[in-house]
């Protein structure tokens, strides 16, 4: 079965600060890996796919096979930052997204 | 370009009644999905459509769960005698097929079950 954790429902920082957003996910095979961002009153929006390598409003994933995680990275939070992350998976032989549970980022000022 | 879209925004129904919801997909995007999102969980798949076929629908609660998919276009997500557990808010998807597997969602409609 495959799974996705964001061990962190919550997040805090300060504007200027260094974020990373965890995500670990199982899936016995090469899965495609994908953020997805939920601002305030807007729909869910694709972020980030591992595959493509791109930085995309300052953030980076980089998938790590050996530690199945597909973390996010900012060197700079700005307080627009501040939403839901949710963090995806789909498996080399079907199509669903697999999502986490999601974290809540909030930018302070 | 438009988007993909979702109609309503909100649906409120009395528990026993049955309810469509509507998703328009990017023009020419082959496949399609649905998605819910209970209050304070993730999201989870609900079937999937590839043309106007669904060769995945096994995230469906129960069999009073149907859609349909016509035209390569409009699905339609059908709750017969709706109960207060489905209460969620519905994300459509959709995907331009093959190799590019990027998922484009809709802004969801609210169901609450009374």
């Known amino acids: 079965a495959q799974r996705v954790t964001q061990p962190e429902k919550l997040l805090s920082v300060f504007k200027g600060a260094p974020v990373e957003l965890k995500c670990n996910y199982s899936y016995s095979g090469s899965p495609e890996l994908f953020w997805y961002v939920q601002y305030s009153r807007q729909r869910l929006q694709l972020l980030l796919r591992?595959?493509s390598r791109e930085s995309i409003k300052g953030f980076t994933a980089d998938l790590n096979k050996g530690e199945t995680s597909f973390h996010l990275k900012k060197p700079f939070a700005q307080e627009e930052d501040s939403a839901m992350y949710y963090c995806a998976l789909i498996g080399t032989s079907g199509s669903r997204l697999t999502f986490g549970e999601g974290t809540q980022l909030t930018v302070n000022p | 370009g438009a988007g993909v879209s979702q109609s309503p925004s909100n649906k409120v129904t009395e528990k026993g009644k049955d309810v469509e919801l509507r998703c328009d997909p990017i023009s020419g995007h082959t496949a399609l999905y649905w998605y819910r999102q209970r209050l304070g969980q993730g999201l989870e798949f609900l079937i999937y459509?590839?043309?106007?076929?669904?060769?995945?629908k096994s995230g469906l609660p129960s069999d009073r769960f149907s859609a349909e998919r016509t035209g390569e276009s409009v699905s339609t997500l059908t709750i017969q005698r709706t109960q207060q557990e489905d209460s969620a808010v519905y994300l459509c998807a959709s995907s331009p097929g093959g190799s590019q597997r990027e998922q484009y969602f809709g802004p969801g409609t609210r169901l609450t079950v009374t």
């Open positions: 591992h595959i």
């Open positions: 459509f590839q043309g106007n076929s669904a060769p995945d």
